[in-house]
């Protein structure tokens, strides 16, 4: 079915790209008939020639059937690309090392002492946190399917592989590709556990068992309670704009995650019990394990008969069967909803540590460092990084919904001259900010507040019940978006309170509160919004009892949206700075949270570049970064790929920890490049600025792309635009804002503006090759750029101008293709390239080739648009349309 014509290509590459499509072509004759096939291959042979126009006037079955076959070449060329380097990521490590030894030389290169190397890896976390954001178009049915020939293409060639190919992808043509229905928060919530899972058994604990093994060579222990890698999720934690997203919704998936989270610690369990197989007649055993077995074996009568007469003289067996024991009895409290018992079940994950703790140091002590070192310590890191919840749930709420419940609590008092809401941005700050210094309920008992109100207060409320049945670790951030001042954070640390989650005169702080900056203004100000928050006495109790930590976080897709790429990126990165000085002025450490999408419009692009490009001395030792949508399933779907990411997550942070922790630029080069650049975002955003006020760009932006039908498309839980939107582009998120332009191929997100920009400071065109040479961040920002760039085809795109933009509104097109010849002439300038990603001819090469595939799949989208336009209406005619954006989406890999 498909040819790979590029000698570029690694050749085991194309052969199995050959395989799996030819498979594929068979499996098309199989189901539909060879005419089917002839027809796949007549549109991919003249995509690009006038004789296409000859296959006008498909019928719709047609049309989805040419559609589904092209997604399909993409979703097998997409896992077969995987396996593929993750063959070649095995071959680097083999002759490289992992990312963390290649970090760890060039430390040691560098001179780095012991003692800052020992201290830092202890402090080092990784975060990455799984969101439910909907960008992955393909179905878990498909991913799964999918998972299968990647895991049979790494087996041996054979009769036996081949057909068990062959029967995997006819399944895979046999299952649809849109979902029926919209997802609901919990079916969320599986598909995140089923990543958690195999992260946590697998890659996490063998990314931590490297460290340690870099590490011990050079002399140095890491602490068994060290968290260099844990996980995040805001999946059913996510509240804002999504009303799908209950108080309860967010209790029964927090339970799911437990119950998976401990399920998967009695397997490790049951596993050690069959391994630890110490006998007390040939080895000793510690006499507080021994007395803590006893005390347990008389608290836990469910413990099996059996193994108390097969192993009375292995009390490393017995010791871990009361564990697993102790574990069922805890989740069967949590399905009960019964009280914790002390010496039965756990009440949360550090208890079971304890035990753990104290197994390890018998096994350390009795039978040596090497036994305690396998898989005692490899449970005891999976504990200490997961809990019992697989993952820690951030809670996220609009500022706005905060207000509205804390002004009915007030405006009940009868204290306020007027209402709540007529209060302006001080006079809540004040009022605020009195309030909480009292000890006082607002609520002394369960008021009646309108139902929205009553949801944002049952929020805290549930917040604290989770606490109090899973562990302090279940929710540890509530972040507050579109916090515009510091009454926004105050506002929900009020109704924390009125929850029981904060308490300051009895030093009670079960949670910490996140400002989430998403515009420029904010991101502008985020020296004054912070210095407000931490010269508030109460706040500022409050961030004591929290270890003198506060957490910010960054939007980066809302940010550019509002301002464009070069903008957004720039005043992330100043804002980063300010934030630093501000709480290093008040005694207080930042921990930044990056709240990245999967395209570059969206803060996307190679995490190692990102991390490592990120503010000289801002990582510190903790890092969170958002994952969502197809980039989960891009970088964690196979094992392999899962440890190479994670490693080189873990490496880069604590690489920018130890040799990043200062800018090396002189005082002189420093104000130069930073003058250059706001220079450059200043120009850049104002022209970004121009499209955006141009009366005709919503119009313009609905007609030539199929943003319209996203929705339809059923990918996730959480409504396209903000909760009572008018139609207009503010109220578009800005995932659909990206997916819309990049399904058309116009990708403006990504880099409208830079051109201009950089063509301001282009006075200095010297300086700006040295910035790309020697400053990280203004490196990753052009070549993220570049990369946007060569996936931008604005040939294409004028193909949906053309035929679906009124003619009054196309000259917007002429707009947007002199700004990008222009950002293309000024990346190559500054990179010293004759063509984009020159230095990277391998993925340029993939970008060609996936073109050749993509460009039908465009033209099948201009046609059965102009259709729909034309007034033609049927589910048929959607369907077609909404498998031509699948199969987009899976052409261009990351869309939103």
């Known amino acids: 079915m498909i040819a790979v014509p590029s000698t570029n290509l690694p050749k085991d590459l194309r052969r199995d790209v050959r395989l799996v499509t030819s498979l594929l072509g068979d499996a098309l004759v199989r189901s539909e008939g060879p005419e089917l096939l002839d027809l796949v291959e007549t549109v991919r042979t003249h995509a690009k020639s006038a004789s296409l126009a000859t296959v006008t006037g498909l019928d719709l079955e ?37 990312w963390l030894e290649r970090a760890l ?47 049979l293409l790494d087996e041996p060639h054979s009769p036996r592989r081949t057909r068990r190919l062959a029967e995997t992808i006819d399944l895979l043509w046999a299952t649809d590709e849109i979902r029926p229905r919209r997802p609901e928060p919990l079916d969320e919530a599986r598909n995140g556990i089923y990543y958690l899972e195999a992260l946590t058994a697998s890659a996490l604990p063998d990314v931590i068992e490297d460290m340690c093994e870099q590490l011990e060579a050079r002399g140095i222990e890491l602490p068994l309670r060290a968290t260099p890698l844990r996980f995040g999720s805001w999946i059913g934690g996510d509240r804002d704009g999504n009303p799908n997203v209950t108080p309860a919704a967010t209790r029964e998936i927090l339970e799911s995650q437990a119950f998976h989270g401990i399920r998967l610690i009695r397997r490790a369990l049951q596993e050690l019990r069959a391994d630890l197989s110490v006998s007390e007649r040939l080895s000793a055993v510690s006499p507080e394990l021994k007395a803590t077995l006893r005390s347990y074996l008389a608290n836990l009568p469910e413990v099996d008969p059996r193994y108390l007469r097969l192993h009375a003289e292995e009390p490393y067996r017995l010791f871990v069967s009361c564990l697993d024991a102790r574990l069922e009895l805890t989740l069967e409290r949590i399905k009960t909803g019964e009280t914790h018992t002390p010496g039965r079940d756990y009440h949360d994950a550090p208890e079971l540590m304890d035990d753990l703790l104290l197994l390890h140091k018998s096994v350390a002590k009795n039978q040596g460092p090497l036994m305690a070192a396998g898989e005692v310590e490899r449970l005891i890191r999976i504990v200490q990084a997961s809990g019992f919840t697989l993952a820690t749930v951030d809670i996220r709420e609009h500022s706005a919904k905060h207000h509205h419940a804390i002004g009915q609590l007030f405006d009940r008092t009868g204290e306020l001259p007027r209402p709540y809401a007529e209060l302006g941005q001080k006079e809540r700050l004040r009022l605020l900010s009195d309030e909480l210094a009292k ?75 996140v400002p989430l900056l998403e515009t420029i203004v904010e991101l502008e100000n985020v020296s004054e919004i912070l210095d407000a928050l931490f010269q508030d006495p109460s706040y500022r109790s409050l961030l ?58 969206r ?58 922790d200062h800018d090396p630029r002189s005082a002189e080069q420093a104000k130069t490049w930073d003058t250059i650049m706001d220079s450059i975002s200043v120009s850049a955003e104002g022209r970004y600025r ?54 058309s191929r116009q990708i403006i997100p990504g880099w409208f503006g830079v051109g201009t920009g950089l063509a301001a400071a282009g006075e200095r065109e010297a300086e700006l090759h040295i910035m ?77 080739v996936r073109e050749r595939y993509l460009e039908p799949l465009h ?8 259709r729909r336009r034309n007034g033609e209406t049927g589910s048929a005619l959607e369907r077609a349309l909404l498998l031509t954006i699948s199969g987009i989406a899976a052409g261009m890999r990351n869309t939103g």
Do not use: C
């Open 772 to 848: 790309y040479e020697q400053w990280p961040f203004f490196r990753t920002f052009i070549d993220n750029v570049a990369m946007t760039l060569a996936k931008t085809d604005l040939a294409i795109a004028e193909q949906y101008v053309r035929a679906l933009v009124d003619a009054p509104l196309q000259p917007i097109f002429d707009v947007i293709a002199q700004e990008y010849r222009l950002t293309v002439d000024w990346i190559l300038k500054v990179t010293a390239q004759a063509q984009l990603l020159e230095r990277d001819p391998i993925l340029r090469t993939t970008l060609e």
């Open 105 to 151: 030389r060039r430390m040691d290169a560098t001179g780095v002492a012991q003692p800052t190397l020992a201290a830092a890896a202890s402090q080092v976390t990784v975060r990455p946190v799984l969101t439910a954001h909907p960008t992955e178009v393909a179905r878990r049915s498909r991913l799964e399917k999918l998972s299968r020939v990647a895991a």
């Open 690 to 743: 121009d499209l955006m006020a141009h009366d005709g760009l919503s119009a313009y932006f609905l007609a030539s792309t199929p943003v319209d039908l996203l929705g339809a498309l059923h990918i996730g839980s959480r409504p396209a635009r903000r909760p009572n939107a008018d139609g207009g582009l503010d109220d578009l998120r800005a995932i659909p804002w990206v997916f819309g332009w990049t399904q």
């Open 62 to 98: 047609t049309a989805a059937k040419l559609a589904r076959a092209f997604t399909a070449y993409f979703h097998l060329a997409n896992v077969t690309e995987q396996v593929h380097r993750g063959r070649a990521l095995l071959e680097q490590q083999e002759r490289d090392g992992t």
């Open 439 to 513: 000890r006082r309920p607002l609520a002394p008992s369960r008021v009646q507040l309108d139902p929205d109100a009553n949801r944002t207060l049952e929020t805290f409320r549930v917040i604290d019940r989770t606490l109090d049945t899973l562990g302090d670790r279940a929710i540890e951030s509530y972040i507050v978006s579109m916090t515009h001042d510091a009454d926004d954070i105050l506002a929900a640390v009020l109704l924390a309170r009125e929850a029981g989650l904060v308490d300051l005169a009895a030093d009670v702080a079960r949670i910490g509160f």
């Open 859 to 866: 033209w099948l989208q201009v046609q059965l648009l102009t």
């Open 603 to 660: 803060g996307g692009g190679p995490t190692y570049d990102a991390i490592t490009a990120l503010p000289w001395g801002t990582v510190g030792s903790e890092i969170k970064m958002t994952e969502q949508g197809e980039v989960i399933s891009d970088k964690y779907a196979l094992p392999v790929l899962s440890r190479e990411n994670l490693g080189l997550m873990v490496a880069a942070t604590l690489e920018a920890s130890v040799l990043l």
């Open 544 to 601: 004591t009892l929290r270890g003198n930590v506060q957490e910010v976080m960054l939007g980066y897709s809302d940010s550019n949206k509002a301002g464009g790429i070069a903008t957004s990126q720039w005043q992330i990165q100043r804002a980063q700075r300010r934030a630093l000085e501000v709480a290093a002025r008040h005694g207080l450490r930042v921990v930044f949270f990056h709240g990245r999408g999967g395209s570059v419009g």
